[in-house]
T-cell receptor, first 110, second 115 residues
């Protein structure tokens, strides 16, 4: 079973920041938080991952709480093309498959 | 650097035929993972391979399914005697297999339709 809990769906206005929460209260010390998204039926797209520090790249920012029991993915200026299912996954960095939950269906509205 | 390649992108088979799905990992990646996504469902892990070795096949159905990742060439997911329930999108992912940077990158998938 997935080790994360995410809201089923969220809406966001185009141009605004999209903040997607994820709870992972049973995360262990050597597990990373990964975020992927799946646009329509395409292959999952890697967004970002982190261990305990906040991370930022060209796509998004990842904020991890100090106790590591939850995190937030931030898309700073959502566009219509960001409409997708977003998956938060915890796993060790090396080897090991991903266990996908149902994710959050983000709808970016014009 | 080309991404993960999968072919064919779409495959139609009749019940009882064999399906062969190919996955070429990203350059420099030595680990391959296969996942299946049934219609309106999430992705489910099937098998994890390194070159010439199956590391974890806990998600593979016990019969009719096999996978390989030879020393040369792509990884192959083989489904024998396909049934309608095998209709799904099959995704492979590859990773470099290094301890500090082992992010998986997914291919576009193969959509299998069994008539």
């Amino acid at each position: 079973d997935a080790k994360t809990t995410q809201p089923t769906s969220m809406d966001c206005a185009e141009g605004r920041a999209a903040n997607l929460p994820c709870n992972h209260s049973t995360i262990s010390g050597n597990e990373y938080v990964y975020w992927y998204r799946q646009i329509h039926s395409q292959g999952p797209q890697y967004i970002i991952h982190g261990l305990k520090n906040n991370e930022t790249n060209e796509m998004a920012s990842l904020i991890i709480t100090e106790d590591r029991k939850s995190s937030t993915l931030i898309l700073p200026h959502a566009t219509l093309r960001d409409t997708a299912v977003y998956y938060c996954i915890v796993k060790m960095n090396y080897g090991q498959n991903f266990v996908f939950g149902p994710g959050t269906r983000l709808s970016v509205l014009p | 650097n080309a991404g993960v390649m999968q072919n064919p992108r779409h495959l139609v088979r009749r019940r009882g035929q064999e399906a062969r799905l190919r996955c070429s990992p990203m350059k420099g990646h030595s680990h391959v993972y296969w996942y299946r996504q049934l219609p309106e469902e999430g992705l489910k892990f099937m098998v994890y391979l390194q070159k010439e070795n199956i590391i974890d096949e806990s998600g593979m159905p016990k019969e009719r399914f096999s996978a390989e990742f030879p020393k040369e060439g792509p990884s192959i997911l083989r489904i024998q005697q396909v049934v309608r329930g095998d209709s799904a999108a099959y995704f492979c992912a590859s990773s470099p297999g290094t301890v500090n940077t082992d992010t998986q990158y997914f291919g576009p998938g193969t959509r299998l339709t069994v008539l």
